[in-house]
């Protein structure tokens, strides 16, 4: 993959993710505020690595095309899959794989520029810097940041509001950080278990602000 190249699609996640970094607020209003270009059609949605094309198909959404209308009834999990009300009503598998186009997302959310030192969480970087995007380093202030936090911290954040922050010593942390670390290992990353638990520390202080706000 060369130096500046931005992927057409993104996972639910990854926009809501965006959305919520551009606009502030929390995941649910992040969430909130996404859907309803989805459903206007104004945010263009397709079955994961569907083409798209077709009256059929985008009728039916049995490949390519997720008809618009579907988001009026749809819930996203914190794995990432998407159920629609109409894939219950057509008997097809509770759960899919969606991808957003990313160009359409940021029409309505741009990219926030660059800071110093910093990368945007999506969309392309100034022409100047395409060569060498510089990352965030880590709150330890060591290694550079992977890219794939920025999604799994959608994850975690989607746990903490489903299941609540942990108390101390309740264990909770240390389930956060399996699922965690198991939803990284089905994605093909595998950071140290320091690295995972520094993660969801940072997450769960930052879950306990906004409920505090």
């Not at 970087?125 to 965030?136: D, G, I, Q, T, W």
């Not at 942990?166 to 699922?179: I, K, S």
Request: glycine fraction near 10%; aromatic fraction near 8%; hydrophobic fraction near 35%.
């Amino acid at each position: 993959m060369g130096a500046g190249y931005v992927r057409q699609w993104m996972s639910p996640l990854q926009a809501i993710e965006h959305v919520r970094l551009v606009s502030g607020g929390t995941f649910e209003e992040a969430w909130g505020a996404l859907v309803v270009p989805l459903r206007e059609g104004a945010i263009f949605s397709r079955f994961r690595g569907q083409e798209v094309g077709g009256v059929e198909t985008a009728y039916l959404g049995g490949s390519g095309a997720v008809p618009s209308q579907w988001w009026y009834a749809a819930s996203v999990f914190n794995d990432g899959s998407v159920e629609f009300d109409n894939d219950r009503l057509l008997r097809r598998p509770s759960r899919r794989e969606i991808e957003i186009r990313r160009s359409d997302l940021l029409q309505i959310w741009p990219a926030p520029e660059v800071a110093t030192g910093e990368e945007p969480p999506l969309g392309k970087l100034p022409p100047a810097e395409r060569a060498a995007p510089p990352r965030p380093k880590s709150p330890a202030g060591g290694s550079r940041e992977r890219p794939y936090w920025a999604e799994a911290r959608a994850v975690g954040m989607q746990w903490l509001i489903d299941e609540g922050c942990p108390a101390p010593h309740d264990g909770g942390q240390a389930l956060l950080e399996r699922y965690i670390a198991d939803w990284l290992g089905d994605h093909g990353h595998e950071p140290a278990e320091s690295t995972i638990r520094r993660h969801v520390r940072q997450w769960i202080k930052e879950r306990r602000a906004e409920l505090d706000a």
